[in-house]
C-alpha cells in the first residue's frame, strides 16, 4: 500500500482527557455527581498540561508528522464572556513546541468538553450557544492563528447518541453536544460560524492563507498537507 506525497501520519488527544485538572467543564461536573457513569474522576489524567513538551518530543521521536490536540474552552473563558490570556499562552506554547518538532498542529476547537456556563444556560440545545462557540473561536484564532495550519471546529458531535444507540452506553446528558435532543441545526451552525471566524481572524492577523478546515470530524480525519490545494484528502463526510 502506498500513500501520496505529504501524507501526515500523526496522533490525536483530547483536552479533557490528557491534560488533568480542567475543573470548570460539564465533564469534571459529572464525573463527581452520585450516580455517575463515569468509572472514575479524571483527576490529573496524564498532566499534559504540564508534560506537553516532553509529550510532543515523544511524538517526534515516534517518527509521526502530526498532533491534533484541542483547547479547553473551560480554562480560556471560565465564565461568559471573560477570557484568559494565560490560558490562550499556554497553548500558543504547545503550537510553538509542535513546530519546533517538525509536527504539523491541527487545532480542534470542541473535543466533547464545554464550561459549566455553557451547561447551566441549557448546553446545545440552547440557541446562543452557537454564538458563543464562534465567539471563543474567534478569540483563540486572534491570539493563535498565525501558529495554526489546519483547525477541526467539532469533534465527533454525534459519537453521544452513536455509542448510545449501537452499544448501550447510556445517553448522553441534556444538553451536552453530543445528546439526541440537541437540535442538528444548532451543530451546523456552530460549525459554520466558527469556520467562518477562524479563516477571518486568520487571514487579519498573518498575510498567509488561513488554515484549511475540518469542519466537523465525525470519523477519523486524514488530510493532506498546507501546501496542497483543494479539498483535504480523506477530509470526513458530514
Do not use: K
Request: net charge neutral; aromatic share 10%.
Amino acid at each position: 500500500m502506498s500513500f501520496p506525497d505529504g501524507f501526515l501520519w500523526g496522533t490525536a488527544t483530547s483536552a479533557h482527557q490528557v491534560e488533568g485538572g480542567n475543573v470548570y467543564n460539564d465533564s469534571w461536573l459529572a464525573e463527581h455527581l452520585p450516580g455517575s457513569h463515569y468509572a472514575e474522576p479524571s483527576g490529573d489524567a496524564c498532566d499534559h498540561y504540564h508534560r506537553y513538551e516532553s509529550d510532543i518530543a515523544l511524538i517526534a521521536g515516534l517518527g509521526l508528522g502530526a498532533y491534533r490536540f484541542s483547547l479547553e474552552w473551560s480554562r480560556i473563558e471560565p465564565e461568559d464572556g471573560e477570557f484568559s490570556r494565560a490560558a490562550l499562552d499556554h497553548y500558543r506554547r504547545m503550537l510553538d513546541a509542535c513546530h519546533e518538532h517538525g509536527l504539523t498542529p491541527f487545532l480542534t476547537f470542541h473535543h466533547f468538553t464545554s464550561p459549566r456556563w455553557i451547561a447551566a444556560a441549557g448546553g446545545w440545545e440552547e440557541r446562543r450557544t452557537a454564538e458563543r462557540f464562534a465567539r471563543f473561536c474567534e478569540r483563540a484564532m486572534r491570539h493563535l492563528g498565525d501558529l495554526v495550519p489546519y483547525a477541526c471546529t467539532l469533534n465527533e458531535p454525534n459519537l453521544g447518541g452513536l455509542l448510545h444507540g449501537v452499544l448501550g452506553i447510556p445517553a448522553p446528558r441534556p444538553g451536552c453536544a453530543g445528546s439526541r435532543r440537541t437540535p442538528s441545526s444548532t451543530i451546523s451552525r456552530a460549525t459554520s460560524s466558527a469556520s467562518r471566524t477562524t479563516r477571518a481572524c486568520a487571514w487579519a492577523r498573518t498575510a498567509r492563507p488561513s488554515p484549511r478546515q475540518l469542519p466537523s470530524a465525525l470519523r477519523w480525519a486524514t488530510c493532506s498537507s498546507p501546501e496542497r490545494s483543494g479539498r483535504p484528502s480523506g477530509e470526513p463526510s458530514r
